[in-house]
């Protein structure tokens, strides 16, 4: 008879066959970055994640530094807002002067940054209103100028999570256009119009004030729009691609990582951090073995990197 149990008798043998394992250089860690002073306020749906102003995050990311994280993405909360969410392309902007920051204090730190405008729209939608809706191609101009704008503060890598049809292309175009033909894209390319993102939309002052993002965002019954989505994107110029959220989209992270060359990015969104914090809370879970467990899934899956909220805790683990 064969014995599948022989070779999992004692953990010697059993860490020798593991066949996936988490590494700290594969998470990006979210960071809010609000205008103004004195900020360090917690989000109460995301214990332990902050917003910040910057003459408050040096802890913050000194601690990431020195857990060896390699990589954190960006998102802006601006003072002010408008119908057309303009204060994301100015080159004083809440963004660009953290990009120039930490770059400047944390040179080693790969910064990303979220490029959309629902943080600066006062609507809350990803992009510029016409008759009710968001403008696909109204809103790539402005998409322009924001990378553009990103770029020039010095951002390493722009990550669009608008999900407007051509936002690759258009960035793409833009930024070989104007001398940064190196800034690589890394695609929300299949993202789901998810009830998981409730948290981040407190975290990031982003609910929209009417409607909902289904006329943008994919419909979570679907997997062949999933395969779609992506060659699109790849076809366009991405150099990575991402899906969000990770969970329960398990299926679609493995098949793109069959079809696609790219390196494959997994965004366990606040949701599902949310979720285990509110259990672990509760005492009905072990927070820190769900966590393990749940982010060696997006590993096993096909996930090269993954954005999560839980770099820190988990880095400490690992
Ligand atoms: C902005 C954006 C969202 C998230 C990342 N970028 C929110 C949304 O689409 O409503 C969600 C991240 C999370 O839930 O952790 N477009």
């Known amino acids: 008879m064969f014995r599948p149990r022989r070779l999992r008798k004692n953990l010697a043998i059993r860490e020798m066959v593991r066949e996936n394992h988490l590494n700290v250089k594969d998470f990006i860690y979210p960071v809010f970055v609000e205008e103004?002073?004195?900020?360090?306020k917690e989000i109460s749906s995301m214990p332990g994640i902050f917003r910040f102003s910057l003459d408050q995050i040096d802890a913050e990311l000194k601690e990431v530094v020195d857990l060896g994280i390699p990589s954190i993405m960006?998102?802006?909360i601006p003072k002010k807002k408008d119908a057309e969410g303009s204060e994301s392309w100015n080159d004083e902007g809440i963004v660009q002067q953290a990009i120039r920051y930490i770059k400047k204090n944390y040179p080693s730190l790969y910064v990303m940054a979220d490029v959309c405008f629902c943080e600066y729209t006062d609507h809350g939608h990803c992009g510029v209103i016409v008759d009710g809706d968001v403008d696909n191609d109204k809103t790539l101009t402005n998409l322009e100028k924001q990378s553009l704008s990103m770029a020039k503060a010095g951002a390493d890598l722009l990550a669009p999570s608008g999900m407007m049809d051509g936002m690759i292309a258009a960035m793409r175009d833009a930024l070989d256009l104007n001398d940064?033909?190196?800034t690589p894209i890394m695609s929300y390319a299949v993202k789901y119009a998810?009830?998981?993102?409730?948290?981040?939309?407190e975290a990031a002052d982003s609910t929209p004030s009417f409607g909902d993002r289904h006329t943008y965002q994919m419909d979570p019954a679907n997997r062949i729009e999933a395969l779609k989505e992506a060659a699109l994107d790849v076809e366009e110029g991405a150099d990575i691609l991402m899906v969000k959220p990770a969970l329960s989209y398990l299926d679609i992270i493995r098949e793109l990582k069959e079809l696609h060359d790219l390196p494959l990015a997994a965004y366990n969104v606040s949701g599902e951090y949310a979720m285990i914090k509110a259990a672990a809370a509760k005492g009905w879970i072990d927070g820190e073995k769900v966590m393990?467990?749940?982010?060696?899934?997006?590993k096993r899956a096909g996930a090269d990197l993954i954005l999560t909220y839980h770099a820190k805790e988990a880095a400490r683990l690992i």
């Open 74 to 76: 960006l998102f802006g």
């Open 194 to 201: 998810s009830a998981f993102y409730g948290p981040f939309r």
């Open 180 to 182: 940064y033909p190196n």
């Open 36 to 40: 103004g002073e004195n900020i360090r």
């Open 292 to 298: 393990m467990e749940k982010l060696i899934s997006m």
